[in-house]
Nanobody
Framework: QVLVLVSGGGSVQAGGSLKLSCPVSGMTYSTYPLGWFRQAPGQEREGLSAIGSDGRTTVADSVKGRFTISKDNAKNTAYLQMNTLKPEDTAMYYC??????????????????WGQGTQVTVSS
């Protein structure tokens, strides 16, 4: 059984930083595609950054230069380092993974395993 967890959210002031963690367990293989997403109230869920099946990282333009994805394969844990946070970054943040091949950010439908989400609130 695949389990995706998410933690590390919280409330910060604009300009601050947060680091989200996403431990994944139960995957068949040690390498798999993984992505970070967020959803603000009233808005669609958007892809932020992902590590594809080819090991390459993709970052959405909206967070490029501020957010960095990484993965510790020994711990089966992915991270999203978020710097220079802005009020518009306020959203519920999700981590997702899958065992099929996904390249780039992928689409929401391509990811079958989702974490429960963690709230990030950035105040001005």
């Amino acid at each position: 059984q695949v389990l995706v967890l998410v933690s590390g959210g919280g409330s910060v002031q604009a300009g601050g930083s947060l680091k989200l963690s996403c431990p994944v367990s139960g995957m068949t293989y040690s390498t798999y595609p993984l992505g970070w997403f967020r959803q603000a109230p009233g808005q669609e869920r958007e892809g932020l950054s992902a590590i594809g099946s080819d090991g390459r990282t993709t970052v959405a333009d909206s967070v490029k230069g501020r957010f960095t994805i990484s993965k510790d394969n020994a711990k089966n844990t992915a991270y999203l380092q978020m710097n220079t946070l802005k009020p518009e970054d306020t959203a519920m943040y999700y981590c997702a993974a899958d065992e099929k091949r996904i390249y780039g950010l992928g689409t929401l439908a391509q990811y079958n395993y989702w974490g429960q989400g963690t709230q990030v609130t950035v105040s001005s």
